[in-house]
């Protein structure tokens, strides 16, 4: 399969350094949770990648289409597959900073593939680098940002932690975490409002799973589980995720 630029953007220069950036980030990872990027090339004024062939749904359409206890039925392997993708970049030192679920495909078996990493940044707190580091441009998508994020600060595996808590959350709720009444609003209230509870829209998560995503979604990258094995691990001890076992007809298919 090939991700081509479109034609408006043939000989872009700045273009062609994304499509290379993300042949970068993502061709050494071989992992059936991660989309496989095997070339970068460039044909004249085209640039384009190499991928492995997939045609399935992301998980935001999933939800539309096929409804949210699609999702519900199988969280526990969806969610673990989740955190491998991301502990395999995370390995690799990058982070991924656009986690949301148009970012992960799923097919009918519930298989999972994350994608898209044009945005993916090279993890920097703690490091000497951060201390030099300049502010940046904002990127990534509004209703998953980390705090970290929209304030422009170096970044690092836990930046994706809280995002894919935004997203969990949206999986089990149906809905955002977080909206806003303009787009500012929306980002000050990922830095400032409470976190909300995930039970007040869905009584049937357990309490341990909810402090888990509520733990994912601290304000303080310090107070959130120190990576994505460490999430794993904790998920993995979480016997029932649910008070009852969600079944195909439990839930609304309006998925937000």
């Known amino acids: 399969m090939l ?5 408006q953007n ?13 042949f970068e980030v993502v061709h050494k990872i071989d992992d059936p949770t991660v989309v496989r990027v095997f070339e970068f090339n460039i044909e004249g004024k085209i640039g384009y990648l190499v991928l492995e062939l997939f045609t399935d749904l992301n998980m935001k359409q999933f939800m539309r289409e096929r409804g949210r206890d699609r999702i519900l039925v199988n969280f526990k392997k969806i969610a673990q597959q989740c955190f491998t993708s991301l502990q395999r970049l ?11 679920p148009d970012n992960f495909l799923m097919n009918e078996d519930s298989e999972v593939k994350l994608i898209d990493f044009a945005i993916a940044q090279k993890s920097t707190r703690g ?4 201390m030099f580091r300049k502010r ?9 940002m980390s705090p970290e994020q929209i304030r422009g600060e170096a970044l690092d595996g836990r930046t994706d932690i809280y995002s894919l808590g935004c997203v969990f959350y949206e999986f089990l709720t149906g809905k955002l975490p977080y909206t ?17 509870s995930a039970q007040v829209h869905n009584d049937n998560i357990s309490a341990r799973l909810n402090t888990l995503l509520a733990g994912m979604m601290a304000k303080d990258p310090d107070n959130r589980p120190a990576s994505m094995s460490e999430v794993s691990r904790q998920f993995s001890t979480l016997k029932r995720p649910f008070k009852q ?6 839930t609304d298919d309006d998925s937000n």
């Open 90 to 100: 995370h390995e690799q030192k990058w982070v991924h900073c656009d986690i949301k």
């Open 3 to 7: 991700k081509i630029l479109r034609s």
């Open 180 to 196: 806003g009444t303009s787009p500012n609003d929306l980002l000050n209230n990922h830095l400032r409002a409470p976190i909300p």
């Open 10 to 22: 043939w000989g872009n220069k700045q273009e062609i350094a994304f499509l290379k950036h993300e």
């Open 136 to 144: 940046v441009r904002i990127q990534g998508t509004r209703s998953y």
């Open 127 to 130: 490091t000497l680098t951060s």
């Open 245 to 250: 076992a969600p079944t195909l007809d439990s």
